[in-house]
T-cell receptor, first 119, second 114 residues
Framework: AQKITQTQPGMFVQEKEAVTLDCTYD???????LFWYKQPSSGEMIFLIY??????QNATEGRYSLNFQKARKSANLVISASQLGDSAMYFC????????????????FGKGTKLSVKP | NAGVTQTPKFQVLKTGQSMTLQCAQD?????MSWYRQDPGMGLRLIHY???????DQGEVPNGYNVSRSTTEDFPLRLLSAAPSQTSVYFC?????????????FGEGSRLTVL
């Protein structure tokens, strides 16, 4: 079965510093994608970044980068130069593309990490 | 563009009552889905649809019904509400099932069942 694990319920980071949010995943599907979403206190879900399992390079989007370590099945989100507006819940999610135990084509979410940025 | 629109944003029900959460998207997306979000649980998939007339169950489908008669609309029905269904519900859509692009979310509907 596919599973996403985020082991950090909450984290603090000083403004302007970098922070890494951990995400590990479990799947036997050789073809999958990994996503990160941000949920501010207002509640909306904001897409941040995507990494495909066959992508050779780590994905980057502005201050966000995804540290993809396939052998370790980890897809950590790195936020550089943290800002106060980065305070939010962050969800790691996975989508599998082949029929390995169901759920293919749908996003499976982790339980989230609450990031607090201190001024 | 309206994107994904959910109504109502807030609802209070008594146990046993029924209601429908509405979801509409104006992006001509084939794929639509419903998630529920509970504290400490992340988002869990309830039902999804890969196109008009086609629906399937997700991880937590019990107590919920869906239908997809048009591309635009994907309502979620609670036939007999239970306190365990107190949650925040999100509707989401994307171009197609298995799309590696962004999954567009509605603003959420907060449901309380007393």
């Amino acid at each position: 079965a596919q599973k996403i694990t985020q082991t950090q319920p909450g984290m603090f980071v000083q403004e302007k510093e970098a922070v890494t949010l951990d995400c590990t995943y479990d799947t036997s599907d050789p073809s999958y994608g990994l996503f990160w979403y941000k949920q501010p206190s207002s509640g909306e879900m904001i897409f941040l970044i995507y990494q495909g399992s066959y992508d050779q390079q780590n994905a980057t989007e502005g201050r966000y980068s995804l540290n993809f370590q396939k052998a370790r099945k980890s897809a950590n989100l790195v936020i550089s130069a943290s800002q106060l507006g980065d305070s939010a819940m962050y969800f790691c999610a996975m989508m599998c593309f082949m029929n390995y135990g169901g759920s293919q084509g749908n996003l499976i979410f982790g339980k989230g990490t609450k990031l607090s940025v201190k001024p | 563009n309206a994107g994904v629109t959910q109504t109502p944003k807030f609802q209070v029900l008594k146990t046993g009552q029924s209601m429908t959460l509405q979801c509409a998207q104006d992006m001509n997306h084939e794929y639509m889905s419903w998630y529920r979000q509970d504290p400490g649980m992340g988002l869990r998939l309830i039902h999804y649809s890969v196109g008009a007339g086609i629906t399937d169950q997700g991880e937590v489908p019990n107590g919920y019904n869906v239908s997809r008669s048009t591309t635009e609309d994907f309502p979620l029905r609670l036939l007999s509400a239970a306190p365990s269904q107190t949650s925040v519900y999100f509707c989401a859509s994307s171009y197609s099932w298995g799309d590696t692009g962004e999954l567009f979310f509605g603003e959420g509907s907060r449901l309380t069942v007393l």
